[in-house]
């Protein structure tokens, strides 16, 4: 056994094997008192971390930056927002990570910078600047109007105009982030030296922002309206047209390729890539011959409706076209979607959870949802986020997935002294880690004993995967490793219902579910569930 366990640590790396949390860092943990989370407070919060068995930390932008979309406009790529810390507690961080055996990763913004970075400030002072070609710049057409048709992700043209040099410049987010042009060989050396920057600080990898948007066709064709919607020149919601020559050029994967390529100059390092895009056209991000990106974030129980067979199907494409390197992933929530527990319920928020940690692939948690943090509701007059801001009649604000993590009972949940930038919710002083720790049938607890048998045992993180069955009410599958298997049978349906294999009889014992009390109890043929119930039985 000893020696399949060697085996297995060096066939597969700490990436596929552990669990990645992501830490919005405004909303962690403050720690000098300005209401705002900061790299201090985050150094207070790792042995937490540790205890609930977390493998590596995502970090969301820290840099230098006006803040127009909260740290995504970067006006300085080596350095740190003095919000956050300085680079000594960035040091002392990524130190104290490693210390605990724990991995630390950042998040590279290459397609935009902010509208102040030096660099852009050079390329908009003069048509003939050195960094003109650093960003999209494009005449009016001869009739006057817009360059093409493309619009901001955050709704309105993505074009903007700029008087001093009479040229548009091309933002796919907020006209405070201007795209890089990178076609410019010059850009892909200076966005690289930034990547090198912290890989040799020692960084164990990067989130890459928007990877799909980062190359524009080099025609600048317009996009097509989504066949069907009736073609209005007003109309300039983002979601309207196809993003085809915008969006997943061609030529994006040779830049992909370059950043690999630095990656693997240092050991272990990985680089996963943020892409909102179909499975067939995701996986792609991998690389022909797996030299791209690591993990193509993989959002599917993210956009899905929360059904059992179309979620059992879309496993079952995924692992199909996942390239032979290609290792998946999975991932609930993040800072720019609602919060698993508001979008399903906080009892099916469990089964979620379930999902994402007995999957085959790397899972990626949200901070916050392992306490079934919802989305908190904030009044119209707090809202800060720019695409709430932008489009006040959709209520898309991201706020509500982003406010302050809740630690304890006291002022402000534990997490700052002063009025927090975001409020907390009423129940703040219930729902939080302190409680939770100490009530094992709390959300907390459930996720900590998942992560530790999931850790526990090699079927349950590098085993194969095979579905069982689903229906309109579960989905059932078997991860296997050796002569180790585990059935996994989830109800996401708040009904009672069967688990009724065609032709096999599944026997062995629950280790763990979402009712505490189930756990050892022996399970053969027919299985009941009860409504929003999980089970993991080791098979016999
Ligand atoms: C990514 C980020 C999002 C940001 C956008 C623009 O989608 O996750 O928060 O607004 O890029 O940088
Ligand atoms: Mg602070």
């Not at 003109?132 to 901001?152: A, C, E, F, K």
């Amino acid at each position: 056994m000893g020696q399949i366990r060697t085996q297995l640590q060096t066939e597969h790396l700490w990436w596929q094997q552990g669990v990645i949390y992501q830490i919005y860092p405004r909303s962690f943990q403050d720690s000098d008192g300005d209401g705002i989370g900061d790299l201090t407070g985050i150094i207070s919060r790792l042995d937490y971390l540790h205890w609930l068995g977390i493998d590596c930390i995502w970090l969301s932008p820290i840099f230098p930056s006006p803040m127009a979309d909260f740290g995504y406009d970067i006006s300085d790529y080596e350095g740190i927002h003095p919000l956050f810390g300085k680079m000594e507690d960035f040091d002392e961080l990524l130190r104290e990570v490693h210390s605990r055996g724990m991995k630390l990763l950042l998040d590279l913004v290459p397609n935009h910078t902010s509208d102040q970075h030096p660099w852009f400030l050079e390329s908009r002072s003069s048509r003939d600047n050195a960094k003109r070609d650093w960003y999209i710049w494009h005449n009016r057409r001869p009739d006057g109007s817009l360059p093409n048709n493309w619009l901001s992700v955050f709704g309105g043209h993505a074009w903007e105009w700029d008087e001093t040099t009479q040229q548009y410049y091309y933002h796919a987010f907020l006209k405070e982030q201007p795209d890089l042009n990178w076609r410019n060989p010059e850009v892909q050396q200076a966005m690289l030296d930034a990547m090198r920057f912290w890989l040799e600080k020692g960084i164990d990898g990067f989130r890459v922002d928007v990877m799909w948007h980062m190359i524009k066709d080099g025609q600048f064709r317009d996009n097509p309206p989504f066949p069907g919607s009736t073609f209005d020149a007003d109309d300039l919601i983002y979601d309207h047209y196809i993003p085809v020559y915008s969006t997943d050029q061609p030529e994006v994967h040779d830049i992909v390729r370059m950043m690999r390529k630095l990656t693997d100059e240092y050991d272990e390092r990985v680089l996963i890539g943020e892409i909102y895009l179909p499975v067939d056209k995701l996986v792609t991000y991998y690389g022909l011959d797996g030299k791209e990106a690591h993990l193509p974030f993989n959002f599917q129980l993210l956009m899905l409706p929360w059904d059992p067979t179309q979620i059992a199907m879309a496993i079952d494409e995924y692992e199909g076209a996942l390239p032979d390197q290609g290792w998946p992933n999975w991932v609930l929530s993040n800072h720019d979607r609602p919060r698993i527990s508001s979008r399903i319920g906080s009892s099916q928020a469990k089964i979620a959870a379930m999902l994402l940690l007995t999957l085959r692939g790397t899972p990626t948690i949200y901070y916050g949802d392992e306490i079934g943090m919802c989305d908190v509701p904030i009044p119209m007059d707090e809202i800060v986020d720019p695409q709430g801001l932008h489009a006040p009649d959709l209520n898309v604000s991201r706020d509500p997935a982003r406010t302050p993590m809740q630690w304890d009972e006291k002022f402000n949940a534990g997490f700052s002294t002063h009025k927090p930038w975001l409020r907390l919710p009423y129940n703040s002083g219930r729902v939080n880690v302190k409680m939770q720790k100490k009530d094992p049938y709390s959300a907390l607890s459930f996720y900590r004993t998942l992560i530790a048998l999931r850790k526990e045992h090699p079927a349950l993180h590098v085993g194969s995967y095979s579905l069982v069955y689903s229906d309109s009410q579960l989905i059932s599958y078997i991860r296997k490793h050796e002569d180790m298997r585990f059935l996994v049978i989830l109800n996401l349906s708040h009904r009672p219902g069967y688990f009724k294999p065609k032709t096999e009889v599944y026997k062995g014992v629950v280790i763990f579910g979402t009712e505490n009390e189930r756990a050892g109890m022996q399970v053969e043929g027919i299985i009941t569930l009860g409504g929003d119930e999980g089970l993991l039985i080791r098979l016999e």
